[in-house]
């Protein structure tokens, strides 16, 4: 029995792979954004927040600290989110998974133009762009693929989870075609 067991594990340790090395290291890496895709999360990121910088001059103390707290609310929020995409919690697609986590700061925006006592008056708008301009950032800096809004999160637990972006994931596809294309 014990020289089964060490026969098994010598042979698994000697498998042959399917594909070339490259194509298994690959497989074996985690996912990251490709360069231009990076470059492009920070480039936006640092407009937004250099777009927003002023108006927090502008605005009262009353209306900062309030977009200040929404932004708090969202990194729960999309952390809640997280939990419950990585641990498969509920099993909503991935399409479904991308509208909720965009439709939630989309919502927040345009409350923030109402005049709700805790969204409104603008606090929602400041909030929904500055975490949109810091999660880009994350994002970028971090090479998370996908949907930048989970990159905050994704830094707090130390675990990715990749739901697609409307914009950056199709960007980042065409981009690793042109890469792969380019080393054939």
């Known amino acids: 029995m014990a020289e089964l067991a060490l026969v098994r594990q010598r042979d698994s340790a ?5 594909g070339s090395l490259d194509s298994q290291a690959l497989l074996q890496q985690p996912r990251k954004a490709p360069p231009m895709g990076r470059a492009l999360r920070i480039l936006l990121g640092l407009v937004l927040m250099a777009y927003v910088a002023p108006v ?3 605005v009262g103390a009353q209306v900062a600290v309030g977009s200040f707290l929404l932004m708090v609310g969202l990194i729960g929020v999309y952390s809640l989110i997280h939990i419950v995409v990585s641990r498969g919690i509920v099993a909503f697609s991935p399409f479904l998974w991308v509208i909720v986590a965009n439709g939630l700061l989309v919502a927040l925006y345009f409350a923030g133009a109402s005049a709700l006592p805790i969204l409104g008056h603008g606090k929602g708008q400041l909030a929904a762009v500055t975490f949109l301009g810091v999660s880009l ?48």
Request: glycine share 8%.
């Open 137 to 184: 950032v994350v994002a970028g800096v971090r090479a998370a693929p996908g949907c930048e809004v989970m990159a905050i999160p994704s830094v707090l637990f130390g675990k990715h989870t990749e739901l697609a972006c409307i914009i950056f994931s199709p960007l980042d596809r065409l981009e690793r075609k042109l890469g792969s294309k380019r080393h054939v």
């Open 14 to 18: 000697y498998k042959v792979t399917k």
């Open 56 to 58: 927090y001059l502008q």
